[in-house]
């Protein structure tokens, strides 16, 4: 379903709001984006907080990053960086989502992957959540951590930064943020009470295989 200018606009600033009340940002971190078509994408602004957008404060910007439209006072983040490498190398996806969620951040500071296969949901819906290597933000660093993941996955640690995920349009990367931050939780609370167990290998495989199934 293809959306609107306006109600994607609408939509990036809902999702702004609820990365800001589940505590996935904090003050004007994070950012969001959505393919308006084949070379426009819509991105937050750099410097305003994610949970009191207004939809005529996003950009609109080109896959090379240049601002074809924006408010005075607003330009994007420089970390749409990030978000320009998944448009230009997926034509496919739509939307991409940044935020910082703790329990997810907590791992990515560590420096540990997510791929513990331990509930049916998120072995059906995500895989394996890998680490991308640290890179200093704004420069082509992180861009180019994600290109051993591009095609294969859809989130992403951002090793001692936070998360980054994508989707196929931005409410399916909104989505995958959350279920990032649920695994991360679970997988920080289950070794809290000594009870992190994986699935048995026959069962993973019986669960990749339901993919398709469920449209993944």
Not at 8 to 25: A, E, P, Y
Not at 36 to 63: A, Q, R
Not at 136 to 143: G, H, K, L, V, W
Not at 207 to 212: C, E, F
């Amino acid at each position: 379903m293809n959306h609107t200018e306006e109600e994607l606009r609408l939509q990036i600033c809902d999702i702004g709001r609820n990365l800001f009340n589940k505590d996935f940002i904090a003050a004007n971190d994070g950012n969001i984006s959505a393919r308006l078509s084949e070379t426009e994408i819509l991105t937050s602004p750099t410097g305003v907080s994610k949970g009191y957008l207004k939809p005529h404060m996003l950009v609109k910007v080109n896959l090379q990053g240049e601002i074809l439209e924006a408010a005075e006072g607003y330009r994007p983040s420089t970390e749409v960086k990030m978000h320009l490498k998944i448009y230009n190398e997926l034509p496919e996806m739509k939307g991409v989502v940044h935020a910082h969620p703790p329990y997810a951040t907590a791992f990515a500071i560590k420096g540990e992957s997510l791929d513990k296969m331990m509930m049916p949901e998120s072995v059906i819906a995500m895989g394996d959540i890998p680490l991308a290597e640290y890179g200093t933000p704004s420069t082509e660093e992180i861009p180019d951590s994600l290109i051993p993941f591009l095609g294969k996955k859809t989130a992403v640690l951002l090793e001692s930064h936070g998360a980054l995920t994508w989707g196929k349009d931005v409410m399916s990367a909104y989505l995958n943020m959350e279920r990032l931050e649920y695994t991360a939780k679970l997988t920080f609370i289950t070794r809290m009470i000594n009870g992190e167990r994986e699935l048995p290998q026959n069962r993973i495989d019986e669960l990749v295989a339901l993919r398709s199934f469920y449209g993944m």
